[in-house]
């Protein structure tokens, strides 16, 4: 009898021990939403005081790129960016976070001597930045303003005006 009140006390601490691990999860969890909820509106704020109008569904937050980064074998080539001929390695830049990308948005059309007033789509991609035996796929965001189009690195930060 011992024996079967003592099993049972180890099971009951137990299962007590696995509901605090699950609240602490998912306690973890949402907060790590929240921040990144909050970081989406900061972003949204830090373009809307420099002037920038952008809707928030324009800004690619789930990032392919993050995805790409995470497992690699799952990266998905458009038709128009398969690559062709013989390569003996390949890799993936790294890439900024969605809220960063946006800052170095902004700050690279100040480098540029660039304004715009609104962003119309974004749109994400790679661009083979390789030297012909090696592929290297750089992810890129190529921003449509009401100014203009603009190519932002998304691994260096760096903005450059398309033509």
């Known amino acids: 009898m011992e024996r079967a009140k003592l099993k049972l006390t180890v099971i009951i601490l137990l299962a007590l021990l696995n509901v605090f ?10 907060q ?13 704020v830090y373009l809307n005081d420099r002037g920038i109008q952008a809707e ?18 799952k990266l998905l080539l458009e038709e128009s960016q ?7 390695s390949w890799e993936i830049l790294s890439t900024r976070q969605p809220e960063t990308l946006v800052v170095d948005f902004v700050r690279g059309l100040s480098d540029l001597e660039e304004t715009c007033s609104r962003i119309a789509s ?10 012909g035996s090696r592929v290297i796929l750089t992810p890129m965001w190529q921003i449509s303003t009401d100014v203009g189009s603009y190519r932002l690195n998304c691994a260096t930060g760096e903005v450059t005006r398309q033509n």
């Open 56 to 73: 928030e569904d324009v800004i690619p937050w789930e990032s392919v790129f993050l995805d790409a980064k995470a497992d690699p074998g």
């Open 122 to 131: 974004i749109t994400e991609g790679y661009v083979d930045t390789g030297d």
């Open 21 to 30: 691990l699950l609240s602490l999860v998912l306690s973890q969890n949402l």
């Open 32 to 44: 790590s939403r929240t921040y990144e909820q909050d970081g989406r509106v900061q972003s949204l």
């Open 82 to 88: 398969v690559l062709q001929g013989t390569v003996s």
